[in-house]
C-alpha cells in the first residue's frame, strides 16, 4: 500500500482515495466479483484504456484492489476487490440510493 500524507479530515481522505468519477465505476462493477481488463473497459465505456489502466494502478498502490496476471498469451489480468476496497460498500450503496431518490425527485419535478 501506498505510504503518502493523508488529508487532516476523514472526508477528505475518502474522496483522496476514491475522487475520480471513474475510481467510483471501477469500484462499482467490481463489488460483485473479480474482472478482466476488458470487462472493465466495456462496463465502464467512454474511458480510455490509458485511463483506465492508471486509475487501476492508483487503486492498486492505495490498496483497493489486487491485480493478477496470468502467464498466457495474450496476457490475461484479473482486478478484484481487497476486503478494504470492499469496506467501500457501504458508501457506494448511499450514492446509490441518494442517486435514486434525486432522480426521482427531478423526474416529479420534471
Given at each position: 500500500m501506498e505510504q503518502k500524507s493523508l488529508p487532516a479530515?476523514?472526508?477528505e481522505t475518502t474522496?483522496?482515495?476514491i475522487s475520480d468519477k471513474w475510481k467510483v465505476l471501477i469500484l462499482?462493477?467490481?463489488l460483485p466479483g473479480t474482472k478482466r481488463f476488458g470487462e472493465l473497459k466495456r462496463s465502464i465505456g467512454s474511458v480510455s484504456q490509458k485511463v483506465l489502466t492508471a486509475q487501476l494502478r492508483q487503486m492498486e498502490d492505495s490498496g483497493l484492489l489486487t491485480r493478477k496476471?496470468?502467464?498466457?498469451v495474450p496476457p490475461r489480468v484479473e482486478y478484484t476487490l481487497t476486503e478494504l476496497g470492499y469496506s467501500?460498500?457501504?458508501i457506494l450503496d448511499a450514492?446509490?440510493?441518494w442517486g435514486a431518490?434525486?432522480?426521482a425527485m427531478v423526474a416529479a419535478n420534471g
Open positions: 479530515c476523514p472526508v474522496l483522496t482515495l462499482r462493477d467490481l496476471v496470468f502467464p498466457e467501500l460498500k457501504p450514492m446509490l440510493t431518490d434525486y432522480q
